[in-house]
């Protein structure tokens, strides 16, 4: 079984920035890939960004050039750099880890609250 913990969450006033971390732990697996997916209430999860363990990288449209995605493979630990913050991001955000046998497994989610 993999654990997947958020961390990093918080409430930030627009045009601020927050780091988000998350950590996946367990034993027996390979990660495929890790991402950040967030929910408002009412709304359907949406991709934030994703990142394979090579390094490439996915990004949802409404956050390109303000959000960054990095990962630390020997760590099982990627980062979502959030800057410039609107209250449109204003939402739960949820790591989302893909073995490589495409098993997905889901941390609890981050209350991320932005303010105007």
Do not use: H
């Amino acid at each position: 079984q993999v654990q997947v913990v958020e961390s990093g969450g918080g409430l930030v006033q627009a045009g601020g920035s927050l780091r988000l971390s998350c950590a996946a732990s367990g034993s027996g697996f390979s990660i495929s890939s890790m991402g950040w997916y967030r929910q408002d209430p009412g709304k359907q999860r949406e991709l934030v960004a994703a990142m394979t363990s090579g390094g490439s990288t996915n990004y949802g449209d409404s956050v390109k050039g303000r959000f960054t995605i990095s990962r630390d493979n020997a760590k099982n630990t990627v980062y979502l750099q959030m800057n410039s913050l609107k209250p449109d991001d204003t939402a739960v955000y949820y790591c989302r880890v893909v073995s490589i046998w495409s098993n997905y497994f889901w941390g609890q989610g981050t209350q991320v609250t932005v303010s105007s």
